[in-house]
């Protein structure tokens, strides 16, 4: 059923054209988003909407009525608003406040107040956190909290429609997690429809079912998140750099600015070189790289300025590693949020670099390599219940570059790749199955990439960076292998 149906309405404020033919309709139920930059005409969109605007040209419906059949209360009866600066009125309490929202339920010339109107505006002020306040003067709470006296306002209305502009504008993180998450049980369970401004594209993303983007008072989308806030649109209808990324809990998109110094950042990985603590390999960046790791600590996508290789013991207890991994790098001084962790059984002075400088890119990696844990993956069925132990190909790829998401996934592919490789030409062989090894069963790998300059929108053997990646990694991790095989003979 169609809730809200808007048909060609254009708006003029003098000569200036501030909406020009915008058309759309909001289904009952659903959490609908305005979104646009500053002077888009999202506010006058909503004032023509909720009659504060007269309507000059173009149609609206609210549940199939049109505007102009509307008195004000009948109007109120069916939705309600809360403005983008609501007035303040001196000397009401906050239950004044929200009992206003009844009006439009009352009849007669003296209106008694019933038991329903009372329960409403008590759930009203539950559902944005205000029971506590009932006597509170308006004056003397915080602008989020008056925003949520006159959200309570309007939910005491009990429309069917709810208009808001920029509804989280005031409020603390909490505060909009807990308004923006009521919306939407209010949609699903009572069937409220919400049409809502926002200026937070993540926040509308989330919450949005669909969401009309507006550039100069045109239609510039109209649909779900996932489909139309592509980079390109935003690009364009925001004139600002815009990275859309997946939520890492929801099946959304998220967005994010790239600001300007960051997209002037000079390369890092220059004068990048491993150094040595008595039972640690490091390497430390001057700033920040963009990681995708398997690391014990910071795995995934991280940025992070330090790498560190602890030695363990080949007894050492792996019941809670994470945890004395993070321990061990709190006490060594190393920022932990920024830090990936890694750990093996063997000699860190075994670690091997290599670094390798091309005119368009550089890459550097570093290996080292045990092979107590030598594992087939395509047999590593067969084992009995793998318990992880430290004898392990610990590996650090740093690219001098812009890596998409998918080069990390390559890069990470092609590093793979080169690792078994060199495991099959050094004759590795998984000792429980007596074939060849393919890695061991606690590798760890961090592909970390400066994200400045050239992008790399693949890293696979295909191109220029997958091929030298994938000849420094099998160099690498084979020279490691033999230094390992070599501190084995010595033992
Ligand atoms: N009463 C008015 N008289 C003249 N011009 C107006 C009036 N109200 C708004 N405008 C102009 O109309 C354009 C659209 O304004 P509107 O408030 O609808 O934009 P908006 O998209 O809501 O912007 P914001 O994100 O800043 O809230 C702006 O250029 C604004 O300056």
């Given amino acids: ?54 309507l000059a040209s173009g149609e609206i419906a609210i549940s199939g009525r049109p505007l102009s059949e ?12 809360l403005p983008q600066t609501a007035e303040t009125a001196h000397g009401y309490m906050v239950r004044e406040t929200v009992a206003l929202g009844r009006y439009a339920h009352q009849h007669g010339l003296f209106p008694t107040w019933t038991a329903e109107d009372e329960t409403a505006v008590q759930e ?25 006296a006159y959200l309570a306002r309007a939910l005491a209305q009990e429309p069917q429609l709810l208009l808001l502009d920029e509804p989280t504008n005031h409020m603390d993180i909490s505060g909009q997690v807990r308004l923006l998450d009521q919306l939407a049980q209010a949609a699903r369970a009572r069937g409220l429809t919400v049409v809502a401004v926002f200026h937070d594209m993540s926040v509308a993303s ?11 008072g045109k239609t510039a989308a109209l649909g779900a998140p996932a489909d139309v806030m592509t980079p390109e649109l935003l690009n364009d209808v925001f004139a600002a750099p815009v990275v859309r990324q997946a939520h890492p809990a929801a099946a959304k998109p998220m967005f994010s600015f790239v600001p300007q110094h960051q997209r002037e950042k000079a390369p890092s990985i220059g004068g990048m070189r491993p150094s040595f603590l008595d039972d640690a390999v490091v ?3 001057r700033t920040p790289l963009r990681v995708l790791s398997s690391a014990l600590v910071g795995g995934g996508f991280q940025w992070a300025t330090h790498f560190v290789n602890r ?35 063997v000699d860190v002075r075994d670690a091997v670099w290599r670094q390798k400088d091309g005119e368009a890119f550089s890459v550097a990696v570093m290996v080292t390599a045990g092979v107590g844990n030598a594992v087939d993956a395509a047999r590593a069925w067969q084992h009995q219940p793998i318990v992880a132990k430290p004898g392990t190909i610990n590996m650090v790829v740093v690219i001098d570059g812009t890596l ?3 080069a990390f996934v390559q890069a990470v592919m092609t590093a793979t790749e080169a690792k078994t490789k060199a495991l099959a030409d050094r004759s590795v062989y998984d000792p429980e199955t007596g074939t060849a090894a393919t890695g061991t069963s606690t590798d760890s790998l961090a592909v970390a990439a400066t994200q400045t300059g050239r992008t790399f929108a693949y890293a696979g053997t295909a191109t ?28």
């Fill in 1 to 54: 059923m169609t809730m809200l149906d808007v048909r060609a309405v254009s708006h003029r404020y003098g000569q200036k054209q501030v909406l020009d033919g915008v058309t759309f309709s909001v289904e009952k139920g659903e959490l609908f988003g305005i979104l646009g930059p500053n002077g888009s005409g999202k506010t006058t969109l909503l004032k023509l909407i909720s009659k504060e605007l007269p």
């Fill in 70 to 81: 509307l008195s004000a209360k009948q109007w109120a009866r069916l939705a309600a608003v």
């Fill in 124 to 148: 009203a002020l539950a559902a944005v956190g205000l029971a506590g306040k009932i006597d509170v003067p308006l004056e003397r709470l915080s602008g989020g909290e008056r925003q949520r």
């Fill in 206 to 216: 989330l919450y949005c079912d669909r969401v009309l983007v507006l550039k100069e």
């Fill in 283 to 285: 390497l430390a960046a």
């Fill in 311 to 345: 030695h363990v013991g080949l007894d050492y207890d792996c019941r809670d590693a994470e945890g004395d991994m993070r321990r061990y790098l709190e006490q060594h001084g190393f920022p932990v949020a920024r830090t990936i962790g890694m750990m093996t059984a």
């Fill in 404 to 406: 998409t998401e998918a």
């Fill in 464 to 491: 220029e960076l997958g091929r030298a990646l994938g000849r420094l990694v099998y160099e690498a991790t084979a020279e490691a292998l033999d230094r390992y095989e070599w501190r084995r003979g010595k033992r």
